[in-house]
């Protein structure tokens, strides 16, 4: 079962949170940021470039205009593939853990996944998102939505969730 | 427990399988069932049983008979299913798994029923069920870092004490005495597993291991006579033992033979971190004697030893007028500073002295400039490590003139530091009290005063002087010495990266692994819900991180704020003190 609803994020830009039920025991929330404009993506060209004519212009060496075009490639191949992220998944599955993936804009996957043993709760503190989990009992608390940084309603509907899942792995599991 | 889900571990190389019994592990805790392998018809239910009791005893794990698996092809095969029901007779276990699949489609569907009356009123007959699909290859052979405490093997089975998933994995690889056979076996029982089609070998491993007996003896023998041999009475002796602790070739030589007494030692290592261990020094090793070669080949075609040798004493007299011109220009009035004419001119003269001395002493060595860097260059087989740390060892030798400079000023500015606070404090009327370690107030005589005042006087007014001429050959020794830092970091790096464990990250991922991932699999209402379990492979830099080999250990000891304050006091600097060396 799968439904989609849009949100924004702090700064004001457009988010969807796709929501799919598998079963009972299993949900995944899926939140898209915006992409990457082409409009920004070409006002920092022509900075560089144009930074870069003008030092041609003052040193008469091309070596700064190919210089200039490397780094342009690099800089946004690097951009993509370590800093914009596209989408932003957790997947909880009762009795087994929650998974959090965020993926690249260049493809890349980062996988993260908390057995529920350890996961004590899913918490909403002061608008940032954050799971406590206890490796070894020590606290640690680990952000979910890092880069999307979704708005408190969006948040509210993936705690609901998350809290009866938690709910029902609680009354069934034995007691630690 | 009931009412939990339950979690049936399946491989998916027994996805295609035919119908049979399914074999594997339950672990309670977790209320999850481990699936390694199915048992295809016609078989003995005893000698079902004796299989299963041989494997525990071999590897410690309790296997059982979890249920069912039946692969249709038609929807008329009732038949079969209702023997499948009689199976749960025979071999009783508490949940009975029964799996279904139709052949050709992705349409499961599983059942746990439970025999026995639920301890709780109200709680089902039947769990619910997920499945969760595993590489069996992949998970056997993978290693999960941090690796969870491995339970005692002697306490027989080992309970599920590190986590749900590291019990997965846990069972897999201790489970190889049940992957043994394969279906060309003439066994009395008919498995399906990830080895059934044939056990999982190479020829180029089984010779290796061979020889690597006797191969590992000898080298052994080998490296122990060398050992020996460096340890004996005669580079004790004070002036060999003082160069051999001075020299960083000697330190790397020694390092090196400590790691390959390592690599080839006769004992099996204990755990996978120490067989990853000997593996990374046996690539770094191989590297460096590679990387030596090279440099070898390259030094001796077309006479670069020549070359580098005929620059040699031109370069050294380049830097000794260098040198001259420097003392020259702090006799005459430095930056527009004035100096104390006499100091400066004895000063000046000392250093000139022994700045010729030096030369001399460089020109009477240039015949034998080149035999000497030939044979040296030969020491490059051992490898490129020892090559950089002769070359550091050249640089320290050719720039000792420099480091004797800095320790003359040192010295010099460090007694005047001494003296000028002592005198500072007799000034003011005080003194140092060496039995409380504090400043006292004390009372002079006149004379005492007199002298020391005077004395006070002529060392602030000399003290600009040495000053200066100490700030100037601590800097040129800082030059020497970040040289020397930048080549010394360089053969750490060398030492230090475990090439093995990187290109094990890059070829075969699934080996180190950090956690594990899911899949949510096409999925249907009234269906049971499938999941893929794949391996999440270790980041690089924690790779990196977690087998990193130790290395000579030079590393400067002194933070920034303990270095400013021995430079301002005038104490010497040693910044790569090597461990275990007495203090000067």
């Not at chain 1, 144009?50 to 091309?62: D, I, K, Q, V």
């Not at chain 2, 190889?176 to 059934?196: K, N, T």
């Not at chain 2, 340890?231 to 390959?260: D, G, N, Y």
């Not at chain 2, 021995?566 to 104490?571: Q, S, T």
Request: glycine share 6%; aromatic share 10%; charged share 20%.
């Amino acid at each position: 079962m799968e439904d989609e609803q849009s949100f924004s994020d702090i700064c004001g830009g457009r988010l969807a949170l796709q929501r799919r039920y598998y079963s009972s025991s299993c949900r995944e929330f899926c939140l898209s940021c915006p992409r990457l404009s082409l409009r920004s993506l070409t006002a920092v060209t022509c900075t560089v470039w144009l930074a870069a004519y003008g030092l041609f212009t003052l040193c008469e060496n091309s070596m700064i205009l190919s210089a200039a075009i490397f780094i342009t490639l690099l800089g946004l191949l690097g951009y993509l593939h370590f800093v914009k992220i596209d989408q932003e998944t957790l997947l909880i599955i009762d009795s087994l853990g929650i998974q959090m993936t965020s993926s690249y804009a260049s493809g890349k996957e980062c996988t993260t996944f908390i057995e529920m043993g350890k996961v004590k709760d899913v918490v909403i503190n002061e608008a940032v998102y954050m799971d406590p989990v206890e490796p070894d009992g020590i606290s640690q608390v680990v952000p979910v939505f890092q880069s999307a940084k979704p708005r408190l309603d969006c948040l509210i509907e993936v705690y609901r969730s998350c809290q009866e899942i938690l709910a029902h792995q609680k009354a069934t599991s034995p007691s630690p | 427990m009931p009412g939990m889900v339950l979690k049936a571990f399946f491989p998916t190389c027994c996805a295609s399988a035919d119908s049979g019994l399914l074999v594997g592990r339950w672990v309670p805790e977790q209320s999850s069932a481990v699936v390694l392998a199915v048992v295809h018809f016609p078989f003995i239910p005893i000698q079902v049983k004796e299989l299963l009791a041989q494997v525990h005893q071999a590897s410690r794990v309790g296997l059982a008979v979890l249920g069912t698996w039946c692969h249709r092809r038609q929807e008329t095969e009732e038949s079969l299913g209702h023997f499948l029901e009689g199976l749960g007779a025979i071999f009783s276990h508490e949940p009975w798994l029964q799996l279904c699949r139709e052949r050709g489609s992705k349409l499961w569907s599983c059942k746990a029923t439970r025999r026995q009356v639920p301890p709780h009123p109200g709680a089902p007959y039947e769990d619910q069920v997920m499945l969760v699909f595993y590489d069996q290859r992949k998970v056997l052979l993978s290693q999960l870092h941090p690796p969870a405490a491995v339970p005692d093997r002697q306490a027989g089975d080992a309970t599920a004490s590190a986590g749900g998933l590291a019990a997965v994995f846990d069972t897999v690889a201790r489970s190889e005495a049940l992957f043994r056979s394969d279906r060309f076996d003439e066994g009395p029982v008919r498995l399906s597993h990830w080895q059934s089609e044939g056990v999982e070998a190479s020829i180029l491993a089984e010779l290796a291991k061979r020889a690597s007996g006797p191969i590992c003896v000898l080298l052994a023998c080998l490296l122990s006579l060398i050992s020996a041999a460096s340890a004996c009475r005669v580079f004790k002796l004070w002036p060999l033992s003082f160069i051999w602790s001075k020299l960083s070739v000697c330190e790397q030589l020694r390092h090196r033979l400590e790691q390959l007494t390592l690599v080839f030692s006769t004992q099996k290592a204990e755990n996978p971190t120490q067989l990853m261990r000997k593996a990374n020094v046996l690539v770094s090793v191989l590297l460096d004697v590679a990387l030596g070669l090279a440099l070898l080949s390259w030094l001796h075609g077309k006479d670069r030893i020549g070359q580098l040798a005929e620059a040699l004493v031109p370069v050294a007299d380049h830097v000794a007028e260098e040198l001259q011109h420097l003392l020259q220009w702090l006799m005459g009035a430095p930056a527009g500073l004035k100096m104390n004419r006499a100091l400066d001119q004895v000063l000046g003269r000392f250093f000139l002295y022994h700045l010729h001395l030096w030369i001399s002493y460089i020109h009477l060595m240039s015949p034998f400039i080149e035999r000497i860097l030939w044979h040296v260059g030969l020491s490059a087989c051992l490898g490129l490590t020892v090559a950089l740390s002769i070359l550091s060892d050249i640089i320290a030798l050719l720039t000792f003139h420099i480091y004797c400079f800095y320790v003359y000023g040192a010295r010099l500015y460090c007694l005047k530091i001494c003296g000028l606070s002592s005198l500072w404090r007799l000034f003011r009327g005080k003194k140092w009290n060496v039995l409380r370690q504090r400043v006292d107030s004390c009372s002079y005589d006149l004379d005492q005063l007199f002298i020391g005042t005077l004395l006070f006087t002529i060392l602030v007014f000399l003290l600009p002087t040495t000053a200066l001429y100490y700030l100037v050959f601590t800097l040129l020794r800082l030059l020497v010495v970040a040289v020397q830092g930048l080549i010394h970091l360089l053969v750490d790096l060398i030492n230090s990266l475990p090439l093995y464990s990187l290109g094990l990250r890059l070829c075969r991922p699934y080996r180190l692994a950090a956690g594990v991932k899911f899949r949510v699999l096409e999925h249907e209402a009234g269906r049971p819900l499938r999941l893929l379990m794949q391996i999440n492979p270790l980041p690089y830099c924690r790779v990196v991180h977690t087998y990193r080999l130790p290395s000579c250990g030079c590393h400067p000891t002194h933070s920034w704020g303990s270095l400013c304050r021995k430079l301002f006091f005038g104490e010497l600097i040693y910044p790569w003190r090597q461990r275990g060396d007495k203090q000067d």
